[in-house]
């Protein structure tokens, strides 16, 4: 096939690659004496329409776009020579190496190298994912991205090749579905044969992991199908936690979008905005928290005596004194007129006892707010006896993290009052609140959590 020239225009200079039906040649044109790819899908026994319609829809989704980082379309026609029949799609050629190929050759990728092609590829396909239908390349992987040569600091050019798998979501709403890819770059979604643009980000944080691992993502460790890369990439938390969220097989959690990506990436390399929140455990606050990958736990211990508690404590025992000469009373009554009476005090028992239950919590309480890869969970300890307030929830159902400063508000009778902070986390319809009716009362111990809980979550805090 070496020196043979299809389609009157196009000589074979050397094969680049083959695999199953298709070759990929490196060619020159004899009209622009340009270096060209044409790549072949030849008719052969285990030829399938599907591969055909693939490859059309790659030349036709070529020819629609214009990005100086992808393959241009130059040529499509039908091959019908003595050696080969079949069909042949001619782009221009990129003078460049895959990832996969420096790999393979002995070259390592240092965190900045590896931020710098996040970068690039997830700005192709800000533009790809913006067309319209929007376009998913559906098999990104180190030998498709291509990586030109070293320039001052720069890592080089990025460039992304190879829509053979690419689909577009029109294309994906209707008909049949073909399940494509490359596994240990395919997120779970992509098994089944549904593909978001999403499903891009994830293919891309795997690409990246086998950047800095140098092992392929399918041979790394998993633990509820996601990839356990930390142990061996010794990467910042930041970039650690930005990949975590790339590949995250569940979708609700992973970046809704490749401009949402980036804007987290760069946000990963700049300095915390000091004002913003406090990113330190304030002095002399007694509040444990401790997490790694997995699980974070807050554990907030008993305020302690306060003078305050000086007035509650005495207003309890007068009320339960009180409601304690009442029921005495009511009972010492002729049967069944002392019943109703009896029934009466059992609302003021139980106001008595909550205040006793306040006054108790406050001295010897603590309170646990613990989240993992399942659920979130916030438990309540006096003196041994624990109980969830609301029940546990799915993690996955986490869908907001609020946090309310202190403030003045206005009752019914238009008198100001003072509120506590409040952090709320809310899955679904559950809220998980700490501040007000716990014992943080420190509003720099509550901005601190805050923090902290945001970033394990890998969500924003919103401000009310």
């Known amino acids: 096939m070496i020196g043979e020239t299809f389609n009157a225009r196009y000589e074979i200079q050397q094969q680049l690659g083959k695999k199953a039906g298709r070759r990929t040649l490196l060619a020159r044109d004899l009209v622009t004496s340009e270096l060209v790819v044409v790549k072949l899908l030849a008719f052969s026994s285990d030829f399938e329409w599907d591969d055909l319609k693939l490859f059309e829809r790659e030349a036709e989704t070529l020819k629609s776009l214009s990005h100086p980082l992808i393959p241009r379309y130059v ?22 190496l895959t990832l996969e190929q420096y790999l393979q050759s002995g070259r390592t990728f240092n965190e900045t190298e590896v931020k710098q092609v996040a970068k690039s590829v997830l700005e192709i396909l800000i533009y790809l994912h913006r067309l319209h239908p929007p376009v998913i390349h559906r098999d990104i992987k180190p030998s498709n991205i291509l990586l030109g040569e070293r320039s001052g600091n720069s890592v080089g050019q990025v460039y992304l090749v190879d829509f053979g798998s690419v689909q577009t979501v029109l ?52 633990k509820d199908f996601r990839i356990q890369f930390e142990s061996v990439a010794h990467l910042s938390p930041g970039l650690t936690r930005w990949l975590k969220l790339m590949t995250e097989p569940n979708l609700e959690r992973r970046f809704s979008s490749a401009s949402v990506a980036l804007q987290a990436l760069d946000e990963s390399q700049a300095p915390k905005n000091i004002n913003s929140l ?56 002729p049967f069944p007129i002392n019943l109703p009476f009896a029934l009466f005090s059992l609302p003021f028992w139980g106001a008595g006892g909550f205040m006793v239950y306040i006054f108790l919590f406050t001295l010897f309480g603590n309170i646990q707010l613990r989240l993992n890869s399942k659920q979130i969970n916030l438990t309540y300890e006096l003196f041994g006896f624990k109980f969830h307030r609301p029940r546990p929830s799915p993690r996955e159902s986490i869908t907001k993290l609020v946090y309310i400063p202190k403030h003045l508000t206005r009752d019914s009778s238009g008198d100001k009052t003072q509120v506590s902070p409040q952090l709320e986390i809310w899955a679904g319809v559950q809220k998980y609140q700490l501040g007000d009716t716990t014992v943080i009362q420190s509003e720099a111990e509550l901005e601190w959590l805050a923090h902290e809980l945001s970033d394990w979550l890998g969500i924003p805090i919103q401000r009310e």
């Open 75 to 96: 040529d499509y026609f039908e091959v019908n020579s003595p050696n080969i029949k079949g069909f042949a799609l001619v782009q221009s050629y990129i003078p460049a």
């Open 171 to 222: 294309a994906t709403e209707g008909g049949t579905r073909t399940v494509v890819g490359t596994y240990g770059y395919m997120p779970p979604e992509q098994f089944g044969g549904r593909t978001v643009t999403s499903s891009d980000l994830y293919s891309l944080g795997a690409t990246l992991i086998y950047l800095v691992t140098g092992s392929h993502p399918a041979d790394l460790p998993q």
């Open 278 to 333: 406090v990113i330190t455990q304030p002095a002399g606050s007694k509040i444990r928290l401790t997490k790694n990958w997995e699980t974070l736990e807050i554990l907030i211990p008993p305020l302690g005596f306060q003078p305050s508690m000086v007035f509650t404590g005495l207003f309890a025992i007068a009320w339960n004194s009180f409601i304690l000469f009442w029921t005495i009373g009511a009972l010492s009554a």
